[in-house]
């Protein structure tokens, strides 16, 4: 059973760097063919892809926000981390991380879900 | 970046009705398109995926076709609790690009 649970703070201020870490279960990414990605919502808006990493380590970004954001796994735990530098209040979103499904060697699409964790940007 | 336009950007219909959703890509992007659907207050739940390929354990009065630019979402019989936002995505490369959804009410 594949299972992702998204960690962080829900209130970070201005200029802050955010760190989130989704801890997966059902599934290594240390596997061949395995990807995990983060997504973000902002309140009554749409989605927005963030970053991926593989379990090659090979790293993609959202272009607009590539400057801000790393993202990083440690297979052992299990975990993939985001980082944001230079929080703003419009990224208040709720973020999630995703499973990737390939098909072939192309991203299929996010096929399992974390809860998501609400992070509000204020002073 | 790949620009993903869905229309129409919300839509009323009666239960039984037969419901399209349309997504444009601003370039060709194959069949890697995906769905999906996010009820209120929920996490998004993937519907299709390689633009026609239906989910494990989703309805089949789900459907998609399209390839290159333009994709359909097809809901045959509009049932009370398919009422939700859908997203197509953009899933040919990154950065992988959501459209900005479709409100599906009940008339």
């Known amino acids: 059973q594949v299972t992702l649970r998204e960690s962080g703070p829900a209130l970070v201020k201005p200029t802050q760097t955010l760190t989130l870490t989704c801890t997966f279960s059902?599934?290594?990414?240390?596997?061949?063919?395995?990807?995990v990605s983060w997504i973000r919502q902002p309140p009554g808006k749409a989605l927005e892809w963030l970053a991926r990493?593989?379990?090659?380590?090979?790293?993609y970004y959202s272009t607009s926000l590539k400057t801000r954001l790393t993202i990083s796994k440690d297979t052992s735990k299990n975990q993939v981390v985001l980082t944001m530098t230079n929080m703003d209040p419009v990224d208040t979103a709720t973020y999630y991380c995703?499973?990737?499904?390939?098909?072939?060697?192309?991203?299929?699409?996010?096929?399992?879900w974390g809860q998501g964790s609400l992070v509000t940007v204020s002073s | 970046d790949i620009q993903m336009t869905q229309s129409p950007s919300s839509l009323s219909a009666s239960v039984g009705d037969r419901v399209t959703i349309t997504c444009r890509a601003s370039?060709?992007?194959?069949?890697?398109l995906a769905w999906y659907q996010q009820k209120p207050g929920k996490v998004p739940k993937l519907l299709i995926y390689?633009?026609?390929t239906l989910q494990s354990g989703v309805p089949s009065r789900f459907s998609g076709s399209g390839s290159g630019t333009d994709f359909t979402l097809t809901i045959s019989s509009l049932q009370p609790e398919d009422v939700a936002n859908y997203y197509c995505?953009?899933?040919?490369?990154?950065?992988?690009?959501f459209g900005q959804g479709t409100k599906l009410e009940i008339k």
């Open positions: 370039q060709g992007i194959s069949n890697y």
């Open positions: 990493i593989d379990w090659d380590d090979d790293k």
């Open positions: 059902g599934f290594s990414l240390s596997s061949s063919g395995m990807c």
């Open positions: 995505q953009n899933c040919n490369s990154a950065p992988y690009t």
């Open positions: 390689a633009a026609s």
């Open positions: 995703a499973r990737i499904l390939l098909v072939g060697a192309h991203l299929g699409a996010f096929d399992y």
